[in-house]
């Protein structure tokens, strides 16, 4: 059934609706409309009314619309108690007037009212979700309901601003735990968002919302969303995860930037998060606590791909291949000899076009750039700047590889400083 203006109506509209039987009875009136979640969601999977009896569902296939825009009961006995344990969302107690993400345009927003269609489906009567009112036309329908008819309201309503964004495009934050439980709301549309993105909305997010979104993640979205926000946001995040779910997030963060949260913590919780790690990552992240955040060595990773300067292009695919970190952040392969001393630098470009059984020797860049671990982060930045680097090389004293520096920690730094 084509939308038009006759099948098109807004929560707000319906809301107080009288429903009466086949002989002109009165019923009830609307109180709040059922949506379907999972495979069905935004489908209405019933209509909710109070009646001198206390709250009641009908199914929408029981309910008719006549042309005048009441509601009619096809059978009474249709009208059911509700059970308290139904997987919907009800559009008036869950939806208006709360946080919603829209996840399209990627920024948290307020509901302002719901949209709804009326359509033909199996010879009977069907009800949809199509969006949600988020502008100042949807407002403005709440605002005077009950102070206008119902067309003067609809009418006076159009002459603002109207922003409504598709059911597909919304996700729902729901705050309240046993309810979050029986809905099953697991907030998959924002899973499948960049990590940065999420950071924003994060942020933007009241505290109990917040809350509700970030263990809604799973663990490594959760340890990339977590290095996108600030210090302050972080220990937001976490304070009220018990260590052993911190531990189990941080171990999925890069060791550079999980040393920086726990850098953050008092040494008490830092001490129990590390002890839930496993060996080899709270010993990363151990040997990197040791080094001062303004140092280069205090912004570096521990997460790089190295080789023996007599290695070949097959070794180094190799070595690539085995690499346990995040490979987006891999930019070249670093030469080390028997010691650990960094003795060149081969970009992955490089690696692409040679042959298998090319030394990496011949293919190492002859002026790569390095720094030792106590250079000033300041001095870090300098040195990506004017070299135009996406990575360095961090040695220590002895000239041994202790870590890589990438582009995004620089940024960071500078964004902290502006």
Not at 83 to 107: A, C, P, S, Y
Not at 250 to 264: K, N
Not at 298 to 319: C, H, K, L, N
Not at 347 to 376: M, N
Request: overall charge negative.
């Amino acid at each position: 059934m084509r939308a038009n203006q006759t099948n098109l109506s807004s929560l707000t509209a319906l809301l107080g609706t009288p429903i009466t039987d086949a002989g002109g009875r009165l019923r009830g009136r609307l109180k709040d409309v059922a949506v379907a979640t999972g495979a069905e969601a935004g489908h209405v999977a019933g209509l909710i009314f109070k009646t001198s009896d206390g709250a009641r569902l009908a199914e929408v296939k029981n309910i008719l619309q006549t042309p005048s825009g009441a509601l009619e009961i096809r059978d009474v006995n249709a009208l059911h108690n509700l059970r308290g344990d139904e997987n919907f969302l009800l559009l008036q107690q869950d939806i208006v007037d709360r946080q919603i993400v829209d996840v399209h345009g990627r920024k948290v927003v307020r509901a302002n009212d719901v949209n709804l269609q009326w359509f033909s489906h199996d010879a009977l009567q069907a009800l949809r979700v199509t969006g949600v009112e988020v502008g100042l036309s949807g407002a403005i329908r709440r605002i005077f309901k009950g102070l206008l008819s119902r067309n003067a309201l609809e009418s006076f309503s159009s002459h603002f601003a109207t922003r409504v964004i598709p059911w597909e495009f919304v996700d729902v934050i729901e705050v309240d735990p046993a309810r979050r439980v029986k809905l099953k709301i697991e907030h998959v549309n924002i899973a499948r968002m960049h990590p940065s993105d999420i950071a924003d909305i994060l942020e933007d997010l009241a505290p109990a919302e917040r809350k509700a979104v970030f263990t809604a993640l799973d663990e490594e979205l959760a340890a990339e969303a977590l290095e996108e926000v600030g210090p302050k946001l972080q220990k937001s995040l976490i304070e009220f995860l018990d260590s052993g779910h911190v531990a189990d997030i941080v171990e999925e963060m890069d060791p550079g930037a999980a040393a920086d949260l726990l850098g953050e913590l008092s040494n008490d919780r830092s001490e129990a998060i590390l002890n839930e790690m496993e060996p080899e990552e709270r010993q990363e992240v151990s040997d990197l606590l040791e080094f001062r955040e303004d140092s280069a060595a205090g912004r570096m990773t521990t997460d790089y791909v190295s080789a023996r300067v007599e290695a070949t292009v097959t070794d180094a695919v190799q070595a690539l291949k085995t690499f346990d970190g995040d490979p987006e952040n891999v930019t070249a392969v670093y030469l080390v000899d028997e010691h650990e001393s960094l003795m060149g630098v081969v970009p992955l470009a490089r690696l692409v076009i040679a042959l298998p059984e090319t030394r990496l020797a011949v293919l190492a860049d002859p002026r790569f750039t390095s720094c030792h671990a106590d250079l000033p982060q300041a001095e870090v930045a300098e040195l990506f700047d004017k070299y135009n680097l996406q990575a360095l090389p961090v040695i220590n004293s002895a000239r041994r590889l202790v870590g890589v520096i990438q582009a995004d920690h620089v940024i960071a730094f500078l964004r902290q400083e502006r």
